[in-house]
């Protein structure tokens, strides 16, 4: 349950009157004329043992919402429940908390059937229980006092609160890292389909609800976003990373994402979403760390759950369990950093010359080769001119700084009709320096087979000295527009002589199947 006196940091449920439920419209403006004179706030102002929360509705400005014509239910505490509240040092903020946690739009009669789910004006849910006579785990005293714009209960208790994960951030003071850099993407948008107009039925004038509700591109973005972590009606875990966790993993992550020239506002986004990007897991999971692997919302597998999770106790939120840790312990080739493999036959990211070369991509039928084709397509690359070497460049996207072991995987055509289909490769690997000039290594010598698939480990522990990687906003903003040139490339291409080409010792013909880029551990 809240703990009144810290808590004078949240914002988050300001945006709470922008509520609508468009379902009860009906019974919102349509109301009979056989009703009490009182509205909800006059009924609870009149009842001496509810000055208390007459009191806290009337500073957290939720008296405007409850004399309304709208239709309302509360569940008010009685004085005794609210006895430790200091009705002169409490915040508007803190009273909006209390209160909005006790009402919920629309008659919530005690015969509503248990569990049904209500929503309350913060967004919380609770649900009736025991045959009615409990809400929210907390017992009903009065029921069902009928007001002229709703109905009215009086509780023993408050009905506990606890924080959603994002509220949590917002609130707690030791996690300000986290919530300084996904706070900065927060913003109230207008909710057109929310939005209505009515007439009044006692003006008979019309009036316009325009609704605004809260959005986070970081969270929210349809195909990129990390998950509703603020909704009420999604159930996620995560692991919060105290500040203290947050500097460490900062200081170990940002030498990867060092740009030229150098620029800290793009080290410290890409940094912070690295961080960021794999803290949150769909559903409650209690013991994490007793599980064999995990999915993160970013679709990162977490192959070692315990060297996150072990140790740490889990906190209930409102819409999930919480995870507080002081050290975060990513694996990089998990997260922020993980193997990079390029499907070849992929159009997108290559480029040829066609007067030296031609590309074919191939398909292959499910179980006919006694080898495995990623994605049971590759590309089939030949001369174009037999007197040239042909060569394709594929760009590798989204690379960190740092080491890399680098493979190419490359198929025979036909085991049993070409024993001798075999070539002489090399590569050619294009990136910028830490003083951003364009610099190439060539390595060769590497030979295909004729006769089995074979797997090349062009470079060894390269290392790239800046970052090539295009980060979640960017993609975000730019989802449907033209895309970033990655700076750094690997071309793959015959190394036959004119004799060995002639003398059919190697032919100008190779089938490349993927390219890798596997991290060193960090």
């Not at 170990?252 to 994402?257: C, V």
Request: some cysteine; charged content about 25%.
């Amino acid at each position: 349950m809240i703990k009144y006196s810290k808590y004078t940091i949240m914002v988050l449920l300001i945006a709470a009157l922008s509520y609508s439920c468009k379902d009860d419209r009906d019974n919102h403006y349509n109301r009979s004329g056989d009703l009490p004179e009182e509205n909800l706030y006059e009924l609870i102002k009149a009842n001496s043992d509810l000055s208390t929360f007459a009191r806290l509705i009337e500073i957290s400005g939720y008296k405007e919402v409850l004399t309304t014509t709208q239709t309302y239910t509360v569940w008010a505490p009685e004085n005794s429940a609210l006895q430790d509240i200091d009705l002169n040092t409490i915040s508007e903020v803190q009273a909006r908390l209390i209160v909005g946690n006790h009402i919920a739009r629309s008659n919530h009669s005690t015969a509503t059937l248990d569990d049904k789910p209500v929503k309350m004006y913060n967004r919380k849910v609770h649900t009736y229980s025991a045959g009615g006579t409990l809400f929210g785990e907390v017992q009903i005293n009065r029921h069902d006092i009928l007001a002229k714009n709703g109905l009215l209960h009086t509780l023993k208790s408050q009905i506990p609160f606890y924080y959603n994960l994002y509220e949590y951030i917002k609130a707690m003071p030791g996690v300000s890292k986290l919530r300084d850099f996904i706070s900065q993407f927060d913003e109230e948008v207008f909710d057109r389909e929310a939005s209505y107009s009515y007439v009044d039925p006692i003006t008979n004038q019309l009036v316009y609800d325009s609704v605004m509700v809260f959005r986070n591109r970081l969270l929210d973005s349809p195909l990129l976003g990390l998950g509703h972590i603020h909704s009420e009606d999604s159930v996620y875990t995560m692991l919060m990373p105290s500040d203290e966790a947050w500097d460490a993993a900062y200081e170990r992550i940002s030498p990867s994402f060092k740009v030229h020239p150098a620029n800290d506002s793009i080290t410290k986004l890409q940094t912070s979403l690295a961080i960021v990007s794999d803290l949150i897991y769909r559903k409650s999971i209690k013991e994490p760390a007793s599980l064999d692997s995990l999915f993160s919302t970013s679709s990162s597998v977490i192959h070692n759950p315990a060297e996150l999770f072990g140790g740490l106790t889990p906190e209930k939120a409102s819409n999930g369990l919480i995870f507080l840790t002081d050290n975060l312990k990513y694996d990089n080739r998990d997260t922020w950093n993980k193997t990079i493999e390029v499907e070849c036959e992929n159009p997108d990211i290559r480029q040829i010359n066609t007067q030296t070369t031609t590309v074919i991509e191939r398909d292959v039928a499910a179980g006919t080769l006694p080898y495995t084709v990623s994605g049971l397509r590759y590309l089939e690359v030949s001369y174009a001119n037999p007197n040239s070497n042909p060569r394709v460049n594929f760009s590798i996207e989204d690379m960190p700084a740092g080491k890399y072991d680098i493979y190419a995987e490359f198929i025979p055509e036909s085991i049993v009709n070409f024993p001798k289909d075999s070539t002489k490769i090399q590569f050619i690997l294009d990136y910028v320096t830490a003083r951003g000039l364009a610099d190439t290594k060539i390595v060769k010598g590497f030979f295909t087979s004729g006769t089995k698939k074979v797997r090349i480990k062009a470079f060894s522990a390269f290392d790239l000295p800046i970052s090539d990687y295009y980060d979640r906003i960017w993609k975000i903003d730019n989802l449907l527009t033209n895309r970033k040139v990655a700076k750094t490339t690997l071309s793959v291409q015959t190394d036959v002589s004119q004799t060995e080409f002639n003398t059919n010792i190697y032919r100008r013909k190779f089938r490349i199947d993927r390219i890798i880029f596997e991290p060193i551990a960090k």
